[in-house]
């Protein structure tokens, strides 16, 4: 369960990130109030997969699904620039998050 709480904080911390850009400074109220809701929610699930999840897996999990996902919006919803170095390093990113997981999984199974 903790693994779930996990992923779905890294996938509010993108919506909330998302709404730092469209909330242009806190000046835009819809989106501001979605980015504090956000980024309440996102801290609130960190949190609580943090009570299983050694801290330093978790934060890196966390950051990450966060720094892929909205890298990924930004290329498809906001147009920025992709280039095959962006793309590689974001599947490198990938790949390392997917590697805690598993490293996680055995470190437990060993206790």
């Known amino acids: ?8 904080a890294g996938l509010t911390e993108i919506v909330w990130a998302i709404g730092l850009k469209e909330a242009h400074g806190f000046t835009e109220l819809v989106p501001s109030i ?21 801290i ?5 999990i966390f950051t990450g699904i966060g720094a892929a996902g909205t890298a990924v919006v930004g290329i498809f919803w906001f147009e920025e620039a992709v280039s095959i ?7 490198v990113l990938l790949f390392g ?6 490293v996680d ?5 060993n206790s």
């Open 34 to 54: 979605i980015t504090i809701v956000f980024l309440i929610v996102s801290f609130f699930l960190f949190a609580q997969a943090m009570k299983t999840i050694p």
């Open 85 to 91: 170095g962006k793309v590689f390093f974001l599947f």
């Open 56 to 60: 330093g897996t978790a934060y890196a």
């Open 97 to 102: 998050i997917i590697g805690l997981k598993l």
């Open 105 to 109: 999984d055995e470190e437990e199974a």
């Open 1 to 8: 369960m903790a693994w779930i709480l996990l992923i779905m």
